[in-house]
């Protein structure tokens, strides 16, 4: 025998979160991205600097970057800046999300799934780029001190 579903209009909430689910659609979530946009830029121009700082050119090379110390910590910080690089893109790369339109409880948890994901790429993103700014600040300190 067949199911008969009831059907009734949608309350309130339910329009309210329809209409914003489909304006989501097309717009993702924009501060998670926009702060991802923005660690990005600022870590392609720290790693320019870092490869600019550990290669100069000048014969013979500084005290310090013979040093094991700051061979190390200016590994690690570049490990861990194209790690954080890697995560931040993550959260900007586009994703094919599956959702039933009709359903305001699998837009709901879509939405959550869309915003947990980039939450969690962001988080990663962001402690990757504060332990390696912490790796360099280890170089300068060290460099500050053997000149």
């Known amino acids: 025998m067949p199911k008969v579903l009831g059907i009734r209009e949608e309350n309130k909430e339910e329009k309210t979160l329809r209409e914003w689910f489909e304006a989501q659609k097309l717009e993702a ?10 660690l ?34 200016g590994a690690l910080a570049v490990v861990l800046w194209l790690l954080s690089l890697l995560a931040g893109l993550v959260v900007l790369v586009p994703q094919r999300w599956v959702f039933i339109p009709g359903k305001p409880a699998s837009l709901q948890a879509t939405f959550q799934q869309i915003r947990a994901h980039k939450a969690w790429w962001l988080t990663a993103c962001v402690l990757a780029f504060g332990l390696g700014v912490l790796s360099l600040g280890a170089v300068l300190i060290v460099a500050i001190f053997t000149v």
């Open 40 to 73: 990005v830029g600022l870590l392609t121009g720290l790693l320019g600097a870092l490869f600019g700082v550990l290669t100069v050119a000048s014969a013979p090379l500084p005290v310090y970057l013979s040093l094991p110390v700051v061979r190390w910590a």
């Open 29 to 38: 979530p924009k501060a998670l991205e926009d702060a991802a946009r923005l």
